[in-house]
């Protein structure tokens, strides 16, 4: 009987989706202080409903990373290099001092979180949790 040994998860792993987990509830804070008016969300449906999706798909990735699925890794970078350009804007270009500061404080964890998530232990165990769960192969 084969028994399936848990594969501990390496402390920078352990740092770095931590300080990932950080950069999205900030990004979150910020999306509900400054960028939405909850108002206007509650009277555009529409508004919303994308604003609840995209939340809930930023945390399905957060989870899928927690539990070391290395597609999740990837996506969530791409995602946030994705929107750099929305980093420097609500860094250099805020003219209110807290939202650019919250802003600043945000990139630099998810920065932080992800060096931490590409070293090479993490790296490890992120390739032997996506061994575990392959299927098993065929034999002919």
Known sequence: M?????????NNAT???????ISVIIGFVW??????????????GKLM???IVFEAIYVGVFL????GENWA??????????????????????PELYPALLSAMQFLLFFIGIIYLLTPTANAWFKEN????APPKKKP
Request: hydrophobic share 55%; charged share 25%.
């Open 15 to 21: 740092l770095g989706i931590t300080l990932v987990a």
């Open 49 to 51: 409903f994308s604003f």
């Open 2 to 10: 084969d028994v399936e040994e848990k594969v501990l998860k390496p």
């Open 73 to 94: 890794r990837i996506l969530f970078i791409v995602l946030q290099l994705s929107v750099l350009d929305s980093y420097y804007k609500r860094i250099f270009l805020e």
């Open 31 to 44: 999306s509900l202080l400054f960028k939405a008016n909850i108002e206007m969300m509650l009277i555009n």
């Open 64 to 67: 899928a990373i927690y539990f």
């Open 130 to 133: 996506s061994k575990r769960r």
